[in-house]
T-cell receptor
Framework: QQPVQSPQAVILREGEDAVINCSSSKALYSVHWYRQKHGEAPVFLMILLKGGEQKGHDKISASFNEKKQQSSLYLTASQLSYSGTYFCGTRAGGTSYGKLTFGQGTILTVHP | DGGITQSPKYLFRKEGQNVTLSCEQNLNHDAMYWYRQDPGQGLRLIYYSQIVNDFQKGDIAEGYSVSREKKESFPLTVTSAQKNPTAFYLC???????????FGQGTRLTVV
């Protein structure tokens, strides 16, 4: 079963912040975040393992709430280059391997 | 350079014909995946393989078949039983430890 992402689309002006959420009905081992530009391959952003850690680099960070099986991606002071479709991927269960299932994506558009 | 290669980039086939999409990786990854991407539906898992000579069905395996005879290769056959095969197909690979997945550039299949 695919994780559920919200919102489906976000429109921002440069410098604004955004939050993208990902939730699953299954107990998760890890959450992966990717960004895809139109017609290109998804590009890895970060991975979060169960344990509730928060990760980030530059102005993009993410958190993982293991109890709620939810993850959030935080984009601060957005830039034009942030535009694209963001996907969360999840691995369920207690192991690090197994099926990697993605959500339906969140389309982020940043305007000047 | 290490990476994952899908070929061809564009593929056209007549309805009723089987077609095989190629996916090769030289990252020494054990796990490989096939996803289908349709507008608004995100990345849906077709098949995945954790090790040579073994593979499992994903969420939408009907009408597709795969093989994993070599670690580097994971070809996907779209059979005539697939009712709506026109889509963008993405192949990915990762280590057994469940780290980030690397994606190929995708194959856009059009069936007429």
């Amino acid at each position: 079963q695919q994780p559920v992402q919200s919102p489906q689309a976000v429109i921002l002006r440069e410098g604004e912040d955004a939050v993208i959420n990902c939730s699953s009905s299954k107990a998760l081992y890890s959450v992966h975040w990717y960004r895809q530009k139109h017609g290109e391959a998804p590009v890895f952003l970060m991975i979060l393992l169960k344990g509730g850690e928060q990760k980030g680099h530059d102005k993009i960070s993410a958190s993982f709430n293991e109890k709620k099986q939810q993850s959030s991606l935080y984009l601060t002071a957005s830039q034009l280059s942030y535009s694209g479709t963001y996907f969360c991927g999840t691995r369920a269960g207690g192991t690090s391997y197994g099926k990697l299932t993605f959500g339906q994506g969140t389309i982020l558009t940043v305007h000047p | 350079d290490g990476g994952i290669t899908q070929s061809p980039k564009y593929l056209f086939r007549k309805e009723g014909q089987n077609v095989t999409l190629s996916c090769e990786q030289n990252l020494n990854h054990d796990a490989m995946y096939w996803y289908r991407q349709d507008p608004g539906q995100g990345l849906r898992l077709i098949y995945y393989s954790q090790i040579v000579n073994d593979f499992q069905k994903g969420d939408i395996a009907e009408g597709y078949s795969v093989s994993r005879e070599k670690k580097e290769s994971f070809p996907l056959t779209v059979t005539s039983a697939q009712k709506n095969p026109t889509a963008f197909y993405l192949c990915a690979s990762s280590t057994q430890q469940g780290t980030e997945a690397f994606f190929g550039q995708g194959t856009r299949l059009t069936v007429v």
